[in-house]
């Protein structure tokens, strides 16, 4: 894709955003845009960073340090600058913790000791647990109804991570209207946290490319979204 097709892509993304959140009566600013940029290259990102875009997201932790050591050489700060929204083995967690701005795929305790583990002192790795929000055989994700042990888990033993909310993957639908139960569960199972842990939890992390309205109709602060701005993966 031409770089200027690539911005127009952006621009219109941007616009669908803005007209989704006036649509449900929210502010714009309050659902950040997080371009996912796997199996894309990062020439198309310093594009899009050229053009206002801070944060992006990416799925495998090889590409994504590879990613990270090009932007690096460039004066952009990786670690502000990429989320992991992948899956993570818990092996991996020495190349992640601490090089993430936000993890939005927390799912064991096993990778969230692995990821304390690697942290000392004052740092402090923000994360947002990922639940299997329809309860899928095929995907990752914590199931609903261990959240509240598993936020007491964290509070409990691993003092580096900071919760910051959930995030969610819901089955794709023909119909993006369908998807909005499930973001609507997963804001639920948020506001009861909160009151659970008593932290502010302000991160909603659901929406892609097909589906992003009924998130953020239902709250989403952060929608992920790829194809619709970089085009397919190849
Ligand atoms: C790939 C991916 C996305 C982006 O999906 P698109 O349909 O390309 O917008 C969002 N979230 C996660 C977890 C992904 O793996």
Do not use: W
Request: hydrophobic share 45%; net charge neutral; aromatic share 6%.
């Amino acid at each position: 894709m031409s770089a200027q097709a690539l911005l127009e892509r952006y621009a219109t993304v941007r616009e669908g955003l803005t007209s989704a959140a006036r649509a449900s009566g929210r502010e714009p600013s309050a659902v950040r845009l997080l371009a996912v940029s796997k199996k894309h290259s990062v020439e198309d990102m310093l594009a899009l960073y050229a053009a206002g875009q801070s944060i992006f997201g990416e799925n495998y932790v090889q590409e994504a340090l590879a990613k990270a050591e090009t932007l690096s050489s460039r004066g952009i700060d990786a670690s502000q600058c990429l989320h992991m929204i992948g899956h993570v083995q818990s092996k991996k967690a020495p190349q992640v913790a601490g090089h993430f701005a936000l993890i939005h795929s927390l799912d064991s305790r096993k990778l969230a000791d692995a990821l304390e583990k690697r942290l000392t002192g004052k740092a402090r790795q923000p994360v947002l647990v990922e639940v299997n929000i329809a309860d899928e055989a095929q995907k990752s994700g914590l199931a609903a109804q261990d959240l509240d042990a598993f936020a007491e888990y964290l509070q409990e033993h691993c003092p580096h991570l900071a919760l910051e909310g959930l995030m969610c993957l819901p089955p794709v639908f023909d119909q993006p209207e369908s998807a909005r139960p499930f973001f609507a569960r997963l804001r639920k199972l948020n506001e009861s946290l909160r009151l659970k842990t008593g932290l502010p939890l302000p991160e909603l992390s659901m929406g892609m490319s097909g589906d992003y309205v009924s998130a953020i109709a239902e709250g989403a602060s952060i929608v992920r979204i790829g194809t619709a701005i970089f085009g397919p993966r190849i």
